[in-house]
């Protein structure tokens, strides 16, 4: 009965029917939806691939020459065919799978927080040398494609998966700071900021606790957007060579190898990463749709 009163309770809080609409709004689109069970299931597979992949160790320094450009579809051992050291495709995209979601969840991590700060600060503060210095960086940064300073600054560090993931970090920042600061400065001046100032609420309890729970839609859809934006970025410079380095299963450096010495003959060997690099991000643009929609009046 305890039970039952709890899960009534539970049902009838504010939060709850805040919850449902928010789901309402999300759900209303297929694309949503698809994009939500597209993600979810690259994100299972990014996290358990090491042990729902056929054969783990073809993600290291392995060969089986006689198993070599196998077809795809034409055995049942390897079904999206073998490259050139006779690994198996399929374990390998599904491997590379994890070193992109961990690219796209590392850079996030480490962008996200301090762009956010940097812009909330910056907002309510507008017109202030806060505000100058803070966008100012920002804009230096900014003024050069991402793409440009990632390989820029990848060309003179060591090329490996770490290095990379530092490079996209350091230029994706200026993005969150510019996001925040654009909604938390169109705030600066709303009634319910002005109220709490007036009641002599703290600098800290304004920003955090009054001007940054408004801006969590932009945030959320743009973090949600940016995963297959930032996937893309290391795959590009896995292409070039900047990025994760043989025999490591990447998708970026799969399609990169195999592109160049083995097409058109042996396609399978570049296409099907290629194929998983365009999934993750189709699933996850679908899901930043969705993610938009929820906080759309």
Known sequence: ??????????????RWEYAKRMWYKFSRSPLSIAGLLIS??????????????????HGGLFHNFEDRFIPPFQNSSYILGT???????????????QY???????VLSLVVVPGVILGLVAGYHKGRWVDTVIMRISDVFIAVPPLVLALGICSVLEPNIFNAMMAVSLMWWPWYARLTYNVSSAMRNEYFVQAAEVMGASTFHIIFKEILPNCLGPILTKV??????????GSALSFVGLGAQPPTPDLGTMVATNAEKYMPDFWWTSIFPALGIA????????????VRDMFTE
Do not use: H
């Open 279 to 290: 999934i993750i991000i189709l699933g996850f643009n679908l899901l930043g749709d969705g």
């Open 40 to 57: 979810s299931v690259c994100i299972f597979i990014g996290l358990f691939a090491p042990y729902i992949v056929p054969y783990p160790e």
């Open 83 to 97: 490259d050139y050291y006779g690994r198996d495709v399929l374990t390998r995209t599904m491997l590379g799978f």
């Open 224 to 233: 949600t957007l940016d995963v297959g934006w930032v996937i893309l970025i």
């Open 100 to 106: 992109s979601l961990m690219m796209a969840g590392t």
């Open 1 to 14: 009965m305890e039970k039952m009163r709890l899960f009534k309770t539970i049902k009838q809080s504010p």
